[in-house]
């Protein structure tokens, strides 16, 4: 499975920015995907997760209310739109994927997921 992320770029704080995640590579696409983020001088950090069958998601609480990750399976592409954004959340965002159907309580666990796309950079200004 190859992954491949865009829509990254500079915003000012309370901005929004759409990320995308395509995923190729098998006929079916991912059963799980997510998004990952690393600040420099951090340690990489969950975001958000969705299921492919039933939808199921899960976002770090950093992000509750103000992120949301959609998938378009026709398409194997996954979503994350980010409002409100805030400098804190400047970072590289990665996409994650895994073809087994990941349980929600791993969900969070970069460990779950054996494919990876590059990262893209969010810069957020105050």
């Known amino acids: 499975v190859q992954l491949q992320a865009s829509g990254g770029g500079s915003v000012q704080a309370g901005g929004s920015l759409r990320l995308s995640c395509a995923a190729s590579?098998?006929?079916?696409?991912?059963?799980?995907m997510a998004w990952f983020r690393q600040a420099p001088g951090k340690e990489r950090e969950f975001v958000a997760a969705?299921?492919?069958?039933?939808?199921?998601?899960s976002y770090a609480d950093s992000v509750k209310g103000r992120f949301t990750i959609s998938r378009d399976n026709a398409k194997n592409t996954a979503f994350l739109q980010m409002n409100s954004l805030k400098p804190e959340d400047t970072a590289a965002y990665y996409c994650?994927?895994?073809?087994?159907?990941?349980?929600?309580?791993?969900?969070?666990?970069?460990?779950?997921?054996?494919?990876w796309g590059q990262g893209t950079q969010v810069t957020v200004s105050s």
């Open positions: 969705i299921r492919r069958w039933g939808g199921a998601t």
């Open positions: 590579g098998r006929t079916s696409g991912p059963s799980t």
């Open positions: 994650a994927a895994a073809e087994s159907q990941i349980i929600i309580s791993n969900m969070k666990s970069s460990t779950a997921y054996p494919y």
